[in-house]
């Protein structure tokens, strides 16, 4: 389903604790701050063209091979910008173990592990190959904590933010204003910051839900009106892309994925380049990975109604910029609630509702087939990184936390230490 519903189930047990608003410490310097009536007005090639989405047989496979390198490639892109509880670049691994309270550095080449930081509370985390950055949940705290290989720790700024986006020299951010706990999104300021956390700057004012750096572009939900803007990552020449309750959900330089809240939650293809804007269904929503766009939605009939019978799952042709349908699960056989990831022939879900075998956990199903089995994995959520499924065994009293990994190539499971 959407990425938002997603986030909440990931972090839906944590119970929070409910506590006075702190006063943001960081004072920004304005800069430069766009929104609506700095907007130009939205290009003819931005309408709606209704669904749209091409079957092709004979859509050629990239093959698990290449889409491990595109995943090896990646994943530096990844630990800067997603704020998944799992990092890595090069032979160094990063992860937050709840149970164990701390932020764990693995070696995969030593075969060490050790704990960085002691603490109990992290919402997003992020690693750029030098420091680790992590903000943590909103009402256990506040500010953007930087920790160094070695463990010694920071707090760079006192803002509280949902969201970073870690560049070579600096860090983009929401400065958080309020909180919403039912979507749990960004809110706020967006703002940049030198990596120690001085030269704090205003880009973009009242920005709401995550936003997205591509080439020279911010791409952003304004909170004001939920309408879709892109602006220069100077905060600069702010221009409207799409009106509605919009929410991004996957971007790169070609194109993006989202989510019209107003129109009955559409997910939208649109092209960067040149403005064309396709409704390829409704509900769902939409991913990156390895270098792919993934659609998952309920497809609309002649009559404008979404199936009620199944998913279709697309992948974007991005030469031909037409969404390719790839598979069709059956709404009465799947009874999985979020695909998180695709990886060969293999797409990949997550469900904490018990699934197609009464358990909660990771499934796959091989594509393309109606007809299908969905596949049982693990009780847990995966983190996909390098050609592998991570995750971490639910033992509160080992120390470090064991964890252990799928190979999704081959589907062999291994702990740790790992034999390379």
Sequence with gaps: MNVHRMKKMKYGWVCLALILLLVSGCAAQPESATGPAGAAE??????????????????????????NSAAISDEKSDSMHSGKFFAKNGNILIYYAELQDGIYMVDTVKNTVRRLVKTHSVHKLYFDGTYVYYVPYYYLGRGIYRVDLKGNTEKICTNSSLQLW??????????????????????????????????????????????????????????NNRDLYRAALDGSRSELLAEGRTYITAADN??????????????????????????????????????????????????????????????????????????????????????????GDWLYFYTMDGGPTGQRGTYRVKWPCDDYEAEYLVDGYLFYLDGYGYYIEEDENAQPPTFARINLQIGEVSRWPFQE
């Design 254 to 343: 070609d194109y993006l994925i989202y989510t019209d809240y107003e129109d009955s939650e559409t997910q939208h293809l649109l092209n960067n380049r040149t403005g064309e804007n396709i409704i390829l269904g409704q509900f769902g929503g939409g991913s990156r990975y390895n270098g792919q766009f993934y659609i998952v939605t309920e497809e609309r009939g002649p009559d404008g109604i979404p199936s009620s019978a199944g998913w279709s799952v697309f992948r974007v042709d991005q030469k031909a910029g037409k969404a390719v349908k790839l598979a069709f699960l059956k709404m009465d056989r799947f009874g999985l609630d979020s695909m998180s990831y695709v990886y």
């Design 166 to 223: 870690l560049t070579e020299d600096k860090i983009y951010f929401t400065d958080q204003i309020g909180f919403d706990d039912i979507n749990q999104t960004p809110r706020g300021n967006l703002c940049t910051m030198n990596k120690d956390g001085t030269n704090i700057q205003i880009l973009i004012k009242n920005v709401g839900n995550y936003f997205s750096i591509q080439d020279e572009w911010i791409y952003y939900t304004h909170m």
């Design 42 to 67: 939205p290009s003819p090639a931005t309408e709606n063209t209704g669904s749209q989405g091409d079957t092709a047989p004979g859509l050629q496979e990239t093959g698990a091979s290449s889409e």
